[in-house]
Nanobody
């Protein structure tokens, strides 16, 4: 069982930055894939960014060049640095961890990010 606790959300003006953190209850060193999804009101949950244990990173096209994902195994934490925020980035952001391919993934409780214009 892996517990994930997100933090760092809030209300910011467009153009500003936020950094989300996702702290895991176990070592993340061997966790295959970790990252972030988001869900805006009335929309489906969408992938934002993910990073594998080998260091491969993927971003949604909508956040490329603005968001940066990183994982710190020493702190068992995954971060999402969000710069140049836009109102359309407003959503609840969920952290996930997929320990191994083909096994269930774990999810955090979500953290609200609201970007005002």
């Amino acid at each position: 069982q892996v517990q994930l606790v997100e933090s760092g959300g809030g209300l910011v003006q467009a153009g500003r930055s936020l950094r989300l953190s996702c702290a895991a209850s176990i070592s993340i060193f061997g966790i295959n894939n970790m990252g972030w999804y988001r869900q805006a009101p009335g929309k489906l949950r969408e992938s934002v960014a993910a990073v594998t244990s080998g260091g491969s990173i993927n971003y949604a096209d909508s956040v490329k060049g603005r968001f940066t994902i990183s994982r710190d195994s020493a702190k068992n934490t995954v971060y999402l640095q969000m710069n140049s925020l836009k109102p359309e980035d407003t959503a609840v952001y969920y952290c996930f961890a997929c320990p191994r391919v083909g096994t269930p993934c774990y999810w955090g409780q979500g953290t609200q990010v609201t970007v005002s214009s």
